[in-house]
C-alpha cells in the first residue's frame, strides 16, 4: 500500500513539475525542448555534491528561472537555469545545446555562447556574460583556476587554492571575441574601424582605463 501511495505521489510531482513549463514558437530547437522537457531529469551534480568545498562553481547558489531565445526565433519559458563555471555550461536541470542560442537571461544577468581568442591566440568557444550589448560587446568571461589534489571529487575536485578568474572580452560582430587590454594602444587599434571613436578616445585625458570608461567608449561606438 505504501508503495502505490508512493508511486502515486511521484507521478503527481512529475506532472505538476512540467506542467509549469511554456514553449513557443517552431523550429528543430522546439522539438529539442520539448524532448527535453519530457525526459529531463535534476541533474546530479547539485551544489550539495560539492558542499565540502569551499568554493562555490556555480554563479549562483539557486537555479533561477529565466527564459531562453533560440537561433530560430523560438522562446523556452518556465525553466530554471544555473551556470556552471567549472564545466562552462548552462544548466537547465540538464545541460543547454548552446548551438541553438542566440540569448539565454538567468535571473537579471543575461548569456551568449561565442568564440574567443584564448590566452594562446587559439579560436576557442565558452559562455560570456553580455555586459554592454550592440555592435560592439563588452562580455565577461568566468573560468575556475584550480590546483587538483588526490582528495579531490572526480570533475568537481578543489581545494582551498582554487579560485575563479573574471575577465573582460571584447566582441565585434561575428569575429571572435578578444581580451580586452585597458590600454590606449589596445584600443586605439580595436576600435581604428571607426575614426570617430578613435578621436573620442584621443580627446579624452584618461591615465587610467577603468571598465566604466571602457564602457562609456563602447557606447559611444556604438553609437557612431
Given amino acids: 500500500m505504501k508503495k502505490i501511495i508512493l508511486t502515486i505521489a511521484l507521478v503527481f510531482s512529475i506532472n505538476m513539475l512540467f506542467s509549469q513549463y511554456s514553449i513557443t514558437g517552431q523550429g528543430s530547437s522546439v522539438d529539442v525542448a520539448r524532448d527535453v522537457q519530457n525526459k529531463t531529469k535534476l ?4 551544489q550539495g555534491r560539492t558542499g565540502t568545498n569551499k568554493l ?15 537561433k530560430d526565433s523560438a522562446s523556452v519559458n518556465g525553466y530554471t537555469y544555473r551556470y556552471n563555471i567549472y ?9 543547454v545545446d548552446p548551438e541553438t542560442i ?33 555592435d560592439c560587446k563588452l562580455l565577461l568571461r568566468r573560468s575556475v583556476k584550480f590546483t587538483q589534489t588526490s582528495r579531490d571529487i572526480e570533475g ?52 587610467f582605463m577603468t571598465e566604466k570608461k571602457v564602457i562609456e567608449l563602447i557606447n559611444y561606438y556604438n553609437e557612431i
Fill in 87 to 95: 564545466s562552462d555550461q548552462i544548466e537547465l536541470r540538464s545541460l
Fill in 102 to 134: 542566440n540569448v539565454l537571461s538567468i535571473g537579471r544577468r543575461k548569456f551568449i555562447h561565442s568564440l574567443y581568442y584564448d590566452n594562446s591566440g587559439v579560436v576557442n568557444e565558452g559562455y560570456f556574460e553580455l555586459v554592454t550589448d550592440g
Fill in 56 to 70: 562555490n562553481y556555480f554563479l549562483e547558489d539557486e537555479w533561477k528561472g529565466g527564459v531562453m531565445f533560440t
Fill in 43 to 46: 541533474n546530479n551534480y547539485t
Fill in 156 to 207: 568537481y575536485g578543489a581545494n582551498e587554492s582554487t579560485s575563479i578568474n573574471e575577465i573582460l572580452f571584447l566582441k565585434k560582430g561575428n569575429e571572435p571575441a578578444k581580451e580586452l587590454e585597458k590600454s590606449k594602444d589596445f584600443l586605439e587599434e580595436y576600435f581604428s574601424d571607426k575614426a570617430e571613436a578613435v578621436d573620442y578616445l584621443n580627446d579624452k585625458v584618461i591615465i
